[in-house]
T-cell receptor
């Protein structure tokens, strides 16, 4: 089956690093994504990683993929108050589900000044 | 502005009524996806269209229907509304059927 799981909440101090974790079940997923949702807004694509990669870095964002354990993480360096939002992990389905993204329940990140 | 336009932004209606949500995809995108976001169910995939044709169906109720028009805009029709249909409805688009989606800002539907 298809399932994506995330912890619900993370609180960090401004300037620290944040690590948001995600596990997924579909080992044939080709792409994995991180989206950010700010209050009252839609989901904004932050970054994505192809399943044959272990790591991807984009400015303050680092994505790590452990395909064996089906574990994805998003590290935000030097976290700022503007990073406070809900972060969604998503996997692109495979086979009959290849047309849709399957989202986790989201991790609410709170950045304390 | 993501390039995906959803109207209206807010909608309040009574139980039993019917509403239509509209989505204009980003220029050049052929795929349109509809998602429902509620507090208890998270983001649920409803339906996908590609270049006017339905391609995939998710957890979409029979009371709900959608279509994509020749100009690629899409409409989601919700009928016989119930209190539990209150949610944020998002439209997203993509060029093809891979890669990430671009989301609109959503329509907040409140059924009273």
């Amino acid at each position: 089956g298809e399932d994506v799981e995330q912890s619900l909440f993370l609180s960090v101090r401004e300037g620290d690093s944040s690590v948001i974790n995600c596990t997924y079940t579909d080992s044939s997923s080709t792409y994995l994504y991180w989206y950010k949702q700010e209050p009252g807004a839609g989901l904004q694509l932050l970054t994505y990683i192809f399943s044959n990669m272990d790591m991807k870095q984009d400015q303050r964002l680092t994505v790590l993929l452990n395909k064996k354990d089906k574990h994805l993480s998003l590290r935000i360096a030097d976290t700022q108050t503007g990073d406070s939002a809900i972060y969604f992990c998503a996997e692109k389905g495979s086979g009959d589900s290849s047309y849709k993204l399957i989202f986790g329940s989201g991790t609410r990140l709170l950045v304390r000044p | 502005d993501s390039g995906v336009t959803q109207t209206p932004k807010h909608l309040i209606t009574a139980t039993g009524q019917r509403v239509t949500l509209r989505c204009s995809p980003r220029s050049g995108d052929l795929s349109v996806y509809w998602y429902q976001q509620s507090l208890d169910q998270g983001l649920q995939f409803l339906i996908q269209y590609y270049n006017g044709e339905e391609r995939a169906k998710g957890n979409i109720l029979e009371r709900f229907s959608a279509q994509q028009f020749p100009d690629l805009h899409s409409e989601l029709n919700l009928s016989s509304l119930e209190l539990g249909d209150s949610a944020l409805y998002f439209c997203a688009s993509s060029v093809g059927q891979g890669g990430g989606y671009t989301f609109g800002s959503g329509t907040r539907l409140t059924v009273v």
